[in-house]
């Protein structure tokens, strides 16, 4: 069992920056693990952001936050980093931690991930 806990979310101005952070609780992010960013807004579905491999460092977007958006691990730190710059109104959301437990699977799609934080709220106001 993988327990993540995020931090960092809050209330920023549209153009701002945010970092998140996210590291499993009493345990450590394996080797093979894929760790993923999601976000859900209020009447819509979760969706990816981003996603890490957590040894090789190879990293996906959502075609969204592309270019404005950079996911990052810190091995030492068994931590996760999202970090959010040129933000948007329509960056607001709950932004949840995500791992697919191992076997270096890449997914888009909340159903394939195992683990779960329990989530921050970004709000950018215009």
Not at 54 to 64: C, D, L
Not at 74 to 95: F, G, H, I, R, W
Request: contains cysteine.
């Amino acid at each position: 069992q993988v327990q993540l806990v995020e931090s960092g979310g809050g209330l920023v101005q549209a153009g701002g920056s945010l970092r998140l952070s996210c590291a499993p609780s009493g345990g450590r992010i394996e080797s093979t693990y894929v760790m993923a960013w999601f976000r859900q807004a209020p009447g819509k579905e979760r969706e990816f952001v981003a996603a890490v491999h957590w040894r090789f460092g190879s990293t996906s977007y959502a075609v969204s936050v592309k270019g404005r958006f950079t996911i990052s691990r810190d091995n030492a730190k068994n931590t996760v980093y999202l970090q959010m710059n040129s933000l948007k109104p329509e960056d607001t959301a709950v932004y949840y931690c995500a791992t697919t437990g191992g076997g270096s699977i890449w997914s888009v799609t909340p159903g394939n991930y195992r683990y779960w934080g329990q989530g921050t709220q970004v709000t950018v106001s215009s």
